[in-house]
């Protein structure tokens, strides 16, 4: 509502519905300078990237955990459990020097480095639990039939898996999208910043005109929202299925 309003009007009454609709603060939040476009680009570079680096690297980790018993197997499934318990923030320092050091701080692909790493123990944990759960009878049937292991985790689990690589895909989206401070750190002063900061820069030069800040709030928040969306059906699938494991 406060979006659809003048600034005096938003300012004056901010809870009331607007008497016309007025889209100047969409225009001015587009064109305002900070390069909104530009930066939802990169936000979906980087969430798109992210997402799928998690759902490759991620599930074949899983899998070869879930399939293989041993000592080793159950070890590197608790290193993943510690990494969803022990706050990343207090790594945040040397991981900064060391993005730094390799060339990847400033630029989109060390983003997407650092979101596979943060979001990897959270997306092994929701394909372990799903894996466990899976009967073994096809993956022997292709096996017997002559295809090799990769094959048949290609062709036969990872069809069988689309609930939880939905949910896996919703999850770390969510989260790689709505990164505000991690963002703000790698990427501040480059000319790659993502919608999160470029909202907040606009809200800096844009301080009492509370329209052109609701209107980029709007903007950067609709994609995400409309993706959950049409995708919350598979992501409760997955969590159902992982929670019976």
């Known amino acids: ?5 003048t600034a005096p009007e938003a300012y004056v009454d901010p809870l009331s519905l607007p008497g016309s609709p ?3 603060g969409y225009e001015d939040a587009i064109s305002g300078g900070t390069g909104m476009g530009a930066a939802l680009l990169n936000s979906a570079i980087i969430t798109v990237g ?5 759902i490759v690297i991620g599930s074949t980790a ?4 879930a399939r293989r018993s041993g000592k080793l197997s159950n070890g590197l499934y608790l290193v993943f459990l510690l990494g969803i318990i ?3 923030e207090l790594g945040l320092v040397p991981l900064y020097i060391a993005m730094r050091e390799a060339g990847l701080v400033g630029n989109l692909i060390g983003m997407i480095a650092f979101y596979t790493g943060l979001f990897m123990p959270l997306t092994v944990f929701l394909y372990t ?3 466990r759960v899976l009967p073994r009878d096809y993956e022997e049937a292709a096996q017997v039939d002559g295809a090799s292991q990769l094959r048949t985790f290609l062709r036969v689990v990872m069809p069988l898996l689309s609930p939880v690589t939905g949910t896996v895909a919703v999850l770390t989206g969510l989260f790689v999208w709505n990164q505000f401070f991690t963002q703000l750190i790698f990427l501040s002063g480059t000319e790659n910043i993502t919608a999160p900061v470029a909202v907040y820069a606009l809200a800096s030069a844009n301080v009492q005109e509370w329209n052109v ?5 709007v903007i950067v928040v609709a994609p995400i929202v409309a993706f959950f969306v049409f995708a919350q059906r598979t992501m409760i699938r997955g969590f159902s299925g992982g929670v019976r494991g």
């Not at 509502?1 to 309003?5: A, C, G, P, T, V």
């Not at 992210?50 to 998690?54: A, E, Q, R, T």
């Not at 800040?213 to 709030?217: L, P, S």
């Open 62 to 65: 899983a899998y070869v955990i």
């Open 129 to 131: 639990g799903f894996v």
């Open 50 to 54: 992210s997402v799928i680096c998690l």
């Open 22 to 24: 007025n889209w100047s």
């Open 1 to 5: 509502m406060i979006s659809l309003k």
């Open 86 to 88: 022990v706050p990343w």
């Open 213 to 217: 800040i609701f209107a980029a709030v």
